[in-house]
């Protein structure tokens, strides 16, 4: 385990289990699911997060990722935690980096390579010199 932790927001169960399992394969980063954006909110205050993957419209309740997003990066203590969106939809992410995400992913991707390297800059193990 390489220590990485993921906060995974708004997506369903089967969802999740394929992004935790894609993240662990990987990287050896350990995921925690929060269902919306109140719960991600008190996860990320009460605990540290190299990543937060938002779901474009929440499973749980059908509301907007883009708001939870909108919500990460307005609270001064969890604005430096990096965010993406996951979607297929290049308009989705174009405004969910105006809101201050990085660039994201849709889950079709999800098992590419280009995925991968598109999490590496946040998950990957840091190296230590001997």
Same mark, same amino acid.
């Given at each position: 385990?390489?220590?990485?932790?993921?906060?995974?927001?708004?997506?369903c169960?089967?969802?999740?289990?394929?992004?935790?399992?894609?993240?662990?394969?990987q990287?050896?980063?350990?995921?925690?699911? &929060?269902?919306?954006? =109140?719960? +991600? *909110?008190?996860?990320?205050?009460?605990?540290s /997060?190299d990543?937060?993957?938002?779901?474009r419209?929440?499973?749980?309740?059908?509301?907007?990722?883009?708001?939870?997003?909108?919500?990460?990066?307005?609270?001064p203590?969890?604005?430096?935690?990096?965010?993406m969106?996951?979607?297929n939809f &290049?308009?989705?992410? =174009?405004? +969910? *980096?105006?809101?201050?995400?990085?660039?994201? /992913?849709?889950?079709s991707?999800?098992n590419?390579?280009?995925?991968?390297?598109?999490?590496?800059?946040?998950?990957?193990?840091?190296?230590?010199?001997?």
């Amino acid at each position: 385990m390489s220590g990485r932790r993921v906060l995974s927001v708004g997506n369903c169960a089967f969802d999740n289990g394929n992004i935790a399992r894609f993240v662990q394969e990987q990287f050896g980063a350990e995921v925690v699911a &929060a269902a919306g954006l =109140d719960e +991600a *909110v008190q996860q990320l205050r009460s605990s540290s /997060f190299d990543l937060v993957l938002v779901n474009r419209i929440l499973d749980a309740d059908g509301s907007s990722g883009h708001e939870v997003i909108r919500r990460i990066k307005s609270e001064p203590d969890l604005q430096a935690v990096p965010v993406m969106l996951i979607s297929n939809f &290049a308009d989705a992410q =174009d405004q +969910a *980096v105006a809101l201050g995400a990085v660039r994201g /992913f849709g889950k079709s991707a999800l098992n590419c390579p280009e995925t991968a390297e598109l999490l590496r800059p946040f998950l990957a193990a840091v190296e230590r010199a001997c």
